[in-house]
């Protein structure tokens, strides 16, 4: 079956940078999927981070993301990054890729979800 793996996370100051990963098992199921990034901080519901559609061509930020982070792929290589700059003790989250659909205005994950990779911003 497809697995979605992370990797990148870790412990980091205010102000400095991640980059994320996302690998799929199945190339070819990659393809053809449109990927995102959510989070997840402890006491708190998941919340979108950013998508990407199938080609790359198109993206989509969460206000917070929007202007720091840059999602990205390469669909050869079934991998997608999460590219994170000037990163806030608030971005402090479980980061997890996975597909997504767009309804009614919402991003949301369905059907395939990555385990997480753990990011820690603080001083």
């Known amino acids: 079956q497809v697995q979605l793996t992370e990797s990148g996370g870790g412990s980091v100051q205010p102000g400095g940078s991640l980059r994320l990963s996302c690998v799929a098992s199945g190339p070819l199921f990659f393809t053809g999927r449109w990927m995102g990034w959510f989070r997840q901080a402890p006491g708190k519901e998941r919340e979108f981070v950013a998508a990407?559609?199938?080609?790359?061509?198109?993206?989509d930020y969460s206000d917070s993301a929007a202007g720091r982070f840059t999602i990205s792929r390469e669909n050869v290589e079934a991998t997608m990054w999460l590219q994170m700059n000037d990163l806030k003790v608030e971005d402090t989250a479980t980061y997890f890729c996975?597909?997504?659909?767009?309804?009614?205005?919402?991003?949301?994950?369905?059907?395939?979800w990555g385990q997480g990779t753990q990011v820690t911003v603080a001083s």
């Open positions: 990407i559609t199938p080609d790359g061509r198109t993206r």
């Open positions: 996975a597909t997504v659909q767009k309804r009614r205005g919402t991003w949301i994950g369905y059907e395939y």
